[in-house]
Structure formats: C-alpha cells, structure tokens
C-alpha cells in the first residue's frame, strides 16, 4: 500500500519517522516548500541502518506524487504559537485544506484520509466535504492522542507505567474534550479506586489544556511527537487491517445524538477507515459535555460556511 503524508513540518516528519520504525509501508512525504520535504526523506532514510527500518521515503513538491495513495495524512498547516487557541488558526487553515483536499480527490480519489491539522473537527469536515469522499474514508485524529495524553498523566501521578493505563477522551479535540474517568483503568482498576475525585478532576483539566502547555514551552511551535505517534498508529490500522477500537474523530449521523458533524468517539479503524461506530451508553452530565462540544464545532462550521470559505 501507498502511504502519502502532506505537510512536512515537526508532525509529519514525525509520523513518516514512527511509520517507518512500525514498517508499515513506504511513504511519500510532500511539502509546498521545495527541498523541505527531499531533504526530511533522505534524512529519516540515512537513518534506517542504524534504526533497522527497511521502507524507502520519498519526498518532493509536486502534490501529484501522491497519485494512487491508499492512506494519506494531512499534516499541512500553521502551528499554534503561544496565545493562540485551536480556532485562531481557523482562515488560514481552511484554505489550505481546502487546496490540499481539492487536489486529493484528484490524484488518490480512493485513499483513506486522516487529518491532522488543526482545528482537527472542522477540518475533517472540509476535508470531507470538498473531497466527496465517503464518510468511513475521512477520520480526524483526535480522541486517541487525547486519550494517550490522559493515559500519561494518570500513570505519571500514580507512578507507573503508562502501558499499564487505559484512557478514554471523547468530544471535540479542543478546550471541550470530554474525558470519561469511568472507561479509565490502571491495568483493569477504574482510576476512581485509585484516585480521588478531586485528582482526577486536576488531571482531566490538564488533559484538556494538554495542547496549550505545550506550546507555551516551546514558544514557537506546538507538540510534534505525540500527535505524530497519534497518526501513525491510525494509519498502521488502517494498512494493517487491524480493526482496532481507538478513539478518533468521525462523522456523526445521528450517534450519541449528534447529527452532521465530526466528533471524537470510539471507532473501529480498519482497511475501510471507520469500519464502526461505536456507541457507549453516557451518564446525563456526559451527554450534556459531548453535546456541549459538538455546538462549538458546529458553531464554527457555521461561521466559515456564511464566509464561503468552504
């Protein structure tokens, strides 16, 4: 199978790094800057005797390298910068996946599509909307680097190790989010019998400001690594079939009584992109969070379809 990945900044470089350590497939990297994304391949492959990766990383700035790809991320985009929330990137971003999205549907009319970019939910639905694609075949990434996020800092305060942590993050991948405490184990404990309330509240505050912490680090740029992994994963499953139950963002028609919108839910990801929708029965105070952040992201498709950005 073909994988492209379109942007070759920190997250892109990234993924196609952890795809090629997972041996997935060989991958096409594309940046608009010319020389970017040549110059990351050929790095990331001068690496592979060392790291002991046999896949070939192409990269190049004609788009049309990305013809026949069964699975392609979407990376493309301006990053966060301190101050910023997801949404200020909103015109800037939408363009760009609009441009990118137009010329997918050309050259890899029946490719698997994962985006990356944010703001992740309303760009998935550019992504959708402008590609025509089928519904199962766009899936944002989300709800799973969300949910990795969560898993780390439970295992972080109880000190153990995070393979050990089970986590559950569903909504917008936003200020919103909704972590569910009660889907979260510590190798088959529920985190409640292990924390208390108001510590778990703590840490599902940090997981919604995750993002954010990050960046005001680094200052000039925003988390690489763990979306990178995010994505990787999402894409092994795809590629591999895996038929994997993982939290990402997908297109609602109606679960969890949410209709026409991408929203962070447990999907089953495999060769089809959303082979599933999975949906858990929510307490009243977890509907009311979910359907709280699924009325941001619509009010922000609202805003940009009266603009006529998409």
Same mark, same amino acid.
């Given at each position: ?13 990234? $993924? *196609? ?29 001068? *690496?592979? %005797? ?14 049309? #390298?990305?013809?026949?790809?069964? &699975? ?6 301006? !990053?966060?910068? %301190? ?5 200020? @990137? ?6 760009? #996946? ?16 994962? $985006?990356?970019?944010? %703001? ?14 089928? =519904?199962?075949?766009?899936?944002? #990434? ?20 995070? /393979? ?25 404990? !529920?985190?409640?019998? =292990?924390?208390?309330?108001? +510590?778990?509240?703590? =840490? ?27 994505? *990787? ?10 038929? /994997?139950?993982? !939290?990402?963002?997908?297109? @609602? ?12 839910? %447990? ?19 977890? +509907? ?11 009010? &922000?498709?609202? +805003?940009?379809?009266?603009?006529? @950005?998409?």
């Amino acid at each position: 199978m073909k994988v492209s990945i379109i942007g070759s900044g920190n997250v892109g470089i990234a $993924t *196609a790094l952890y795809l090629a350590e997972k041996r997935v497939s060989n991958i096409t990297l594309i940046d608009v800057v010319k020389g970017w994304a040549e110059g990351k391949a050929m790095d990331i492959g001068q *690496a592979s %005797p060392i790291r002991r990766y046999d896949v070939f990383i192409n990269g190049y700035s004609d788009i049309s #390298m990305i013809k026949d790809s069964d &699975v392609i991320v979407v990376t493309a985009g301006k !990053p966060r910068l %301190p101050g910023m929330s997801r949404e200020d @990137l909103l015109r800037d971003n939408v363009k760009i #996946m609009k441009s990118v999205s137009e010329s997918i549907a050309k050259y890899a009319p029946n490719a698997v599509l994962i $985006t990356v970019t944010n %703001p992740l939910d309303v760009l998935a639905y550019v992504a959708l909307k402008v590609t025509g694609f089928a =519904l199962k075949r766009v899936i944002g #990434m989300a709800g799973i680097l969300d949910s990795s996020r969560f898993r780390y800092f439970i295992a972080d305060e109880l000190g153990v190790s995070p /393979r050990n942590v089970t986590a559950l993050v569903l909504g917008g991948h936003g200020d919103l989010m909704v972590p569910l405490p009660r889907y979260s184990t510590v190798h088959g404990i !529920p985190v409640s019998e =292990l924390l208390p309330k108001a +510590k778990i509240d703590k =840490l599902i505050e940090r997981t919604r400001k995750a993002g954010g912490e990050i960046v005001s680090y680094l200052k000039t740029g925003s988390a690489y690594w763990s979306p990178g992994s995010s994505a *990787a994963e999402m894409v092994e499953c795809v590629v591999r079939n895996r038929n /994997r139950i993982v !939290p990402c963002s997908a297109y @609602l028609r109606g679960e969890y009584g949410i209709d026409g919108l991408f929203s962070g839910v %447990p999907i089953k990801i495999g060769e089809n992109g959303v082979e599933e929708i999975i949906e858990l029965s929510l307490t009243t105070e977890e +509907k009311q969070a979910l359907h709280l952040s699924a009325d941001k992201v619509r009010e &922000v498709i609202e +805003k940009i379809e009266a603009e006529n @950005l998409i």
